[in-house]
């Protein structure tokens, strides 16, 4: 009875345990990160794809002001790692857009334009930029 008992317990136990290997998931862990720097209140936030590997997993992961066209869109990659029932960020690293002039850098969503040559119009929006004010 004791050992069934046992078996019960632990198959309890294994069958709350959360399923984390979801897009949402990842989804959670990105903003959560990203959180802490921007207001993620104001983007679209998508996980275009996912690959998981026991305790780890890759995402391409896309980020846009709200509303606005895709073509506004930024890909970032990440490199995640599950601790406990939650996605933790290992690294990332900005992936070149394809509409993006010869020349000119990906900002984030938002990211005020920077130096020459990364000029263009600001998102629907933004506050004006001083060109001369530095970071």
């Not at 050992?3 to 949402?24: F, Y």
Request: charged share 20%; aromatic share 2%.
């Amino acid at each position: 009875m004791k050992s069934v008992l046992i078996c019960l317990a632990a198959l309890c136990l294994a069958g709350c345990s959360k399923n984390i290997d979801t897009p949402e998931a990842v989804k959670e862990g990105v903003i959560k990160d990203i959180a802490k720097k921007v207001d993620v209140g104001a983007m679209d936030v998508n996980v275009d794809s996912v690959s998981f590997r026991e305790k780890e997993a890759d995402a391409k992961v896309s980020f846009k002001p709200k509303g606005a066209p895709a073509s506004q869109s930024i890909v970032m990659n990440y490199s995640l790692e599950r601790q406990g029932d939650e996605w933790r960020i290992k690294s990332r690293n900005m992936q070149a857009h394809e509409q993006q002039q010869p020349g000119q850098t990906a900002l984030p969503p938002g990211h005020p334009v920077s130096g020459t040559g990364n000029g263009g119009p600001l998102p629907a929006g933004h506050p004006q930029v001083n060109p001369s004010q530095k970071p």
